[in-house]
């Protein structure tokens, strides 16, 4: 015997405060593992099917674990991978980061400034200046289910 959030069930454990419902600390692992498959940044895809093969894994993820009733860990991967997402596409972008952010509406200066960040792809992506502009629309476009949103249809 042990204590309910000790234990794990169909991917399910009970969360400490007020024993709610919570994702399991190794199904989210297992996401985050298809997820770091999906967008391996030298897989060589079009960044539109990525997003469609990763809305499909979403998906079925969402329509699986959708009666978790603690949402705290998933906000966070949702976070995670819109930030592999840039990576993805930023890496896409190669030298051409410079044009495409000014394309985007960013000033010449901060273009500049962030195009300096260069092959750091991570480091580029964590700027605000890049979150702003990037995969946001994509993602809303191609309806890629967010995490976050489980169980609220």
Same mark, same amino acid.
């Given at each position: 015997?042990?204590?309910?959030?000790?234990?794990?069930?169909?991917?399910?454990?009970?969360?400490?405060?007020?024993?709610?419902?919570?994702?399991?600390?190794?199904?989210?692992?297992?996401?985050?593992?298809?997820? +770091? %498959? =999906?967008? /391996? !940044?030298?897989?060589?895809? *079009?960044?539109?099917?990525?997003?469609?093969?990763?809305?499909?894994?979403? #998906?079925?993820?969402?329509?699986?674990?959708?009666?978790?009733?603690?949402?705290?860990?998933?906000?966070?991967?949702?976070?995670?991978?819109?930030?592999?997402?840039?990576?993805?596409?930023?890496?896409?972008?190669?030298?051409?980061?410079? +044009? %495409? =952010?000014? /394309? !985007?509406?960013?000033?010449? *200066?901060?273009?500049?400034?962030?195009?300096?960040?260069?092959?750091?792809? #991570?480091?580029?992506?964590?700027?605000?200046?890049?979150?702003?502009?990037?995969?946001?629309?994509?993602?809303?476009?191609?309806?890629?289910?967010?995490?976050?949103?489980?169980?609220?249809?």
């Amino acid at each position: 015997m042990d204590r309910p959030w000790n234990r794990k069930f169909l991917g399910f454990t009970v969360s400490r405060n007020g024993m709610k419902l919570k994702v399991a600390d190794k199904a989210i692992d297992k996401l985050k593992d298809r997820v +770091r %498959e =999906l967008t /391996r !940044r030298t897989r060589g895809h *079009r960044l539109r099917d990525v997003v469609a093969e990763l809305r499909d894994a979403l #998906l079925g993820w969402k329509a699986y674990f959708g009666i978790a009733e603690v949402l705290s860990p998933l906000r966070d991967i949702d976070k995670w991978i819109r930030r592999k997402l840039r990576c993805y596409h930023w890496k896409q972008w190669g030298r051409a980061g410079y +044009r %495409e =952010l000014r /394309r !985007r509406g960013v000033s010449v *200066r901060e273009a500049l400034e962030h195009q300096q960040v260069g092959a750091r792809a #991570l480091a580029a992506v964590k700027d605000p200046r890049a979150r702003t502009r990037t995969t946001g629309t994509l993602l809303q476009q191609s309806g890629v289910a967010k995490p976050r949103t489980a169980g609220r249809n």
